[in-house]
């Protein structure tokens, strides 16, 4: 998202524990519902805890922490989880026989679109959410007369 359009941004690194997935989840939808956008809010939480859940199962090292970043423009939330194992990149899913693992399946059915990014060290996971445009208030005082 190009920085003319940011309208909010908020990152914060979580050490790799199942409580840092909890507090992730509700700060995303704390954050998108202050942010104006509460009908994308649970959305954004469900997304944030299943890419936290796969950043803390399969890409986190003992002493490494995870980043969360939130940026929202006009009409687009991207939400990214950053972990440290970028050998360990998310495929997508060939059966449904597995009684886990299915995060990725939510995210995708959430999500506009998803993908996976190298960094330096590491990776990051991201999805996107289209949003809606805010409602313009408009003033509901006594109209003017021309008279």
């Given at each position: ?5 940011l309208?909010?941004e908020?990152?914060?690194d979580?050490t ?5 997935v909890?507090?992730?989840r509700?700060?995303a ?6 942010w104006?956008?509460a009908e ?7 997304i ?9 199962l ?5 002493g ?11 009409s ?8 440290p194992?970028?050998?360990r990149v ?5 059966g ?19 993908g996976v990014?190298?960094?330096t060290v590491?990776?990051t ?12 208030k ?7 007369s021309?008279?």
């Open positions: 998202m190009p920085v003319s359009q309208v909010h908020d990152k914060l979580y790799p524990t199942a409580r840092s909890s507090l992730a509700r700060r939808a704390r954050l998108v519902a202050e104006g956008q994308a809010a649970g959305d954004a939480a469900l944030v805890s299943e890419l936290a859940t796969n950043a803390l399969h890409g986190t090292l003992r490494r922490l995870f980043r969360v970043r939130l940026v929202m423009g006009p687009l939330l991207r939400v990214e989880v950053s972990d194992r970028g050998e998310p495929r997508k899913r060939r449904v026989a597995s009684t886990s693992g299915h995060g990725l399946v939510l995210v995708n059915g959430l999500a506009d679109r998803w990014e190298p960094r590491g990776k996971v991201w999805a996107e959410l289209g949003l809606r445009p805010r409602a313009v408009r003033s509901c005082g006594p109209a003017r021309g008279g």
